[in-house]
């Protein structure tokens, strides 16, 4: 298959400079490039040319919110995402906004991940994908849960 993953993906943003210090303050992405007279800025993701994100500013009123994820080990979303996310003012929630603030698993993929918001409410999502078998009928539940489930042991 010609096709070897996803390489660049792009949104928009209200306020450049507010965006980027999310991305890189916030978030802990480098910084790529930026290009102040075409008002957009790039990050690496993950090693350096592995990924990209671009920014791109755009006037408030024109901006359509994105959803992306980045891909975790499954010890992080587990472990570590929540006080991560929190630590930085950022409010973690589950696929199923339930006020439920813990990674839930996909059970069809299977992967476990927890939800947050940019500034622009784009949502962004931490994501790891689990050893395990697909099952389309159990849905979106708990990792605990999953793991009864389908048998399986832990994976942190």
Known sequence: MMIQGLYETHISVSN???????????????LASVDNDRRIA???VGKPQEYMLGLWEKPEGSIEKRHFAFRC????????????????GLKPYNFLKDGN???MVFAWMPAVAIYF????????????VL?????????????EDWLTAV?????I
């Open 42 to 44: 790039f990050f690496w």
């Open 117 to 128: 918001d940019d500034p622009d409410g784009n949502i962004l999502e931490f994501i790891a």
């Open 131 to 143: 050893d395990g078998p697909q099952n389309f009928d159990l849905g979106v539940l708990s990792y």
């Open 16 to 30: 450049l400079e507010r965006s980027i210090a999310f991305y890189k303050d916030t978030l802990e992405l480098q």
């Open 151 to 155: 048998g399986a042991t832990k994976q």
């Open 73 to 88: 080990s499954v010890g992080d979303v587990l472990n570590k995402s929540i006080e991560f996310l929190e630590s930085r």
């Open 101 to 103: 603030d813990r990674p």
